[in-house]
């Protein structure tokens, strides 16, 4: 099964792993600046046709060597995974804002985070799906933190005002939890108060519960995503 497919075991050191962070960290905050520069920059028509040549050069430049599909999960022996492409919280990902999410193992989760212009909705505003997007994976760490990873079922947010690009908080916490169901709520919180509500329903999946079973894994650990 795809999803299966994505969680690779790796064997790669502390050491290893934190030296290539120190260098594809602040490469991907490079293309971060690069994504606002695009949106924002007020150079002449000129000028950008000349950065695009620079940035088609440097894609190829990338491009020489590159890993099929996307990033995956890749999981160490202790159960510490790391979702470097994930669109949330991936290092490796400039989409990502990214969040860096602390969590307890009561099950909880929480970020401090900023939104500038890329992730805009409505003017000065973030974009509703990107609200639901941030709410996800902080409902879904809750639940991992927890111990009860799984897969979103349902997610429901109520929008209750307006959230303005800038300084943001987002918060989760396991509500209940019913044998492979678990159902977190969380908000966002903005400079005037929640400005989102959610409830999701996170699920271990079939092919999880599969593998549970064949003993092929001991089970979620609650390091799932760090
Ligand atoms: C070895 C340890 C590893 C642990 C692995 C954990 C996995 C976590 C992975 C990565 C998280 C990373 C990121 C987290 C944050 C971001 C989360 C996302 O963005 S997730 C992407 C968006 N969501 C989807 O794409 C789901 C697509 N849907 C599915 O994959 C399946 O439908 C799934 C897993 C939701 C359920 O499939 P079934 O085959 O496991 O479920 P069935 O056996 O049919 O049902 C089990 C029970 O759940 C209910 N159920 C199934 N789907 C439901 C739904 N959508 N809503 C409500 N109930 C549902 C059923 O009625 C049944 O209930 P009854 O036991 O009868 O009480």
Redesign the pocket.
């Known amino acids: 099964m795809a999803?299966a497919r994505a969680?690779h075991t790796e064997t790669a050191t502390d050491e290893e792993i934190a030296a290539e962070a120190a260098v594809v960290g602040p490469f991907t905050d490079a293309v971060r600046a690069l994504v606002d520069a695009t949106i924002r920059s007020t150079v002449d028509l000129d000028e950008i046709r000349a950065a695009q040549a620079e940035i088609e050069a440097i894609t190829e430049r990338l491009t020489k060597e590159q890993i099929p599909g996307g990033y995956g999960?890749r999981y160490r022996t202790d159960g510490t995974g790391r979702?470097w492409g994930?669109a949330v919280i991936g290092l490796r990902n400039p989409i990502a804002p990214p969040l860096t999410i602390s969590t307890e193992p009561s099950g909880r989760a929480s970020a401090d985070f900023r939104l500038g212009a890329p992730y805009e909705g409505p003017p000065g505003l973030v974009h509703g799906g990107v609200i639901s997007l941030i709410l996800?994976?902080v409902?879904?760490?809750a639940a991992?933190a927890g111990g009860r990873?799984?897969?979103?079922?349902?997610l429901t947010i109520r929008y209750r005002q307006a959230t303005p690009l800038g300084e943001l908080r987002a918060e989760a916490w396991i509500d209940r939890a019913e044998?492979?169901?678990t159902w977190a709520k969380g908000r966002i919180i903005g400079p005037d108060g929640p400005t989102a509500e959610a409830e999701g329903?996170?699920?271990?999946?079939?092919w999880?519960?599969e593998?549970?079973a064949r003993g092929e894994?001991k089970?979620?650990s609650p390091k799932?995503?760090e």
Not at 201 to 206: D, H, K, Q, S
């Open positions: 999803e969680f999960v979702a994930n996800d994976q409902l879904g760490h991992g990873p799984g897969m979103t079922g349902t044998g492979i169901k329903l996170f699920i271990l999946p079939r999880a519960r593998r549970i894994s089970g979620p799932y995503f």
